[in-house]
């Protein structure tokens, strides 16, 4: 169960976060430190899409008619948002250690990374299974999959330290670090964006579902065309659909072909309106209706 899983990794990432938090203090290493935090960051990654697998659960009602679906999509937002400004603190530390280069104790750092970098594979198998269909898991998974690579470039400053004494190895970890975490979060809030301005699918083309819809007998056009997605997962359409002036229960065919089709394109939740007349402004997209105000005198 992906709820059971994703407590597991949090309690994980709990535990390494308390470890690193010691060890960056005791061996002065700012890229422990600075994992510290994006350890931190995992695990309220974590326990907000743990909250939002749970309110997910929950059935559609008067209030959400949609479900709860897009709190995991809010969820991601967040998430990515955090792994941003993670990178920008990052940055400025790494920054002011280049001017002024610490005392690294190389053994604690070496020693404490490498238990990090161990429990962040724990962590990403645990996450692997659902990070391709949850937009919030996989916002989580990027945040331990950043933090895991973050404690393999602490391992390999850590080394070049303790062979060249090279001190600046520290800090261009971080940068390191900062800038994949950055990527992370970027993508992350770009796709949870895209839910949230109900864009289509990119994995769809508007125009080939529209003509695979006219293809269909008895259609003769399709108009006021929506496609949208209510999570990544869940892809939405509605339209209306010009047929022959008949009776509705004649229409029955048409629209069990059509639903036949939108469903095998991996649409799922489908809203189509018959009617024998074509809308005013004849188009296929949305178009937006000037709004007058009516008064009473």
């Known amino acids: 169960m992906m709820e059971t899983r ?34 931190l960051a995992d695990a309220v990654a974590l326990g907000l899409s743990l909250y939002a697998l749970k309110l997910s659960r929950r059935s559609s009602n008067g209030v959400a008619t949609f479900g709860y679906h897009r709190v995991g999509i809010l969820v991601a937002l967040i998430n990515g948002t955090t792994l941003v400004v993670m990178a920008a603190l990052i940055f400025r530390e790494a920054y002011e250690r280049f001017l002024a280069p610490p005392q690294i104790k190389i053994t604690e750092l070496l020693i404490i990374a490498a238990i990090g970098l161990a429990a962040n594979l724990v962590m990403v198998w645990l996450l692997h299974r659902g990070h391709h269909h949850n937009l919030s898991i996989k916002s989580a998974w990027l945040h331990v999959m950043g933090d895991g690579l973050a404690s393999l470039g602490v391992i390999i400053s850590g080394l070049v330290i303790y062979f060249t004494g090279w001190a600046y190895a520290d800090p261009i970890a971080s940068i390191f670090i900062g800038i994949l975490i950055c990527i992370g979060g970027c993508r992350v809030i770009r796709e949870a ?20 819809m006219r293809k269909v007998s008895g259609v003769l056009d399709v108009h006021d065309f929506h496609l949208w997605m209510i999570t990544p997962q869940l892809v939405a359409l509605s339209a209306h659909i010009m047929v022959e002036d008949q009776s509705v229960s004649d229409t029955e065919v048409i629209f069990s072909e059509l639903q036949v089709r939108l469903l095998d394109m991996g649409i799922e939740h489908i809203t189509l309106q018959m009617e024998c007349n074509s809308c005013g402004t004849n188009k296929t997209f949305c178009h937006q209706l000037k709004t007058f105000d009516y008064h009473k005198h």
Do not use: C, R
Request: charged letters at 10%; glycine letters at 12%.
């Open 193 to 212: 964006g895209s839910v949230l301005l109900e864009l289509a699918p990119k994995h769809m083309n508007t125009e080939e579902i529209i003509h695979q």
């Open 6 to 39: 994703v407590a597991i990794a949090l309690g994980i990432s709990l535990t390494i976060f308390i470890m690193e938090i010691v060890g960056g203090f005791v061996s002065g290493s700012l890229a422990l430190l600075s994992d510290a935090g994006h350890v």
